[in-house]
């Protein structure tokens, strides 16, 4: 009588997922700078919009917005308008950018860290401090 088995045994599923398992090692390590850059990236050009539009208010108020009025003064005029008759319609910039995991930026005027303003994000962990993806970025930081 023939012995026909139809099927895999344990020994070959066990090998077939080792191989997946170390392929997928291998492509989240190549990928995961590819991701750390493009939220870099993405944190530099909001900063450099809000920034913009933080210099554009400061121009037409001669001043930045306070910590309490934040960045939604650049987006809806404020009842402390020196010069409301300059307040741009549609706003300074259309939308408040998020930062690359979805928060909000932090935003202080006077500031602790710049000479002008201190806006930031506290990284990955949402926790000021940290290292790597987790470090905070802050417009006192660029160039």
């Known amino acids: 009588m023939k012995n026909n088995r139809k099927g895999f045994t344990l020994v070959e599923l066990m090998a077939v997922l080792v191989i997946l398992g170390i392929l997928a090692t291998v492509v989240v390590v190549s990928v995961d700078p590819v991701f750390q850059r ?20 400061k121009f037409n108020e001669l001043t930045y917005p306070s910590t309490s009025q934040g960045l939604d003064a650049l987006v809806m005029p404020h009842s402390e308008l020196k010069n409301p008759f300059l307040y ?42 940290g290292s790597g993806e987790d470090s905070d970025i802050g417009n006192w930081m660029q160039n």
């Open 38 to 57: 493009a939220n870099l990236e993405k944190i530099r050009a909001d900063m450099a919009n809000t920034g913009k539009a933080l210099e554009l208010y």
């Open 88 to 129: 741009p319609d549609g706003g300074y910039i259309s939308s408040i950018p998020k930062d690359p995991w979805g928060r909000e930026y932090i935003y202080e005027h006077p500031p602790r860290r710049s000479a002008k303003y201190d806006l930031y994000t506290l990284g990955a962990d949402g926790v000021e401090g």
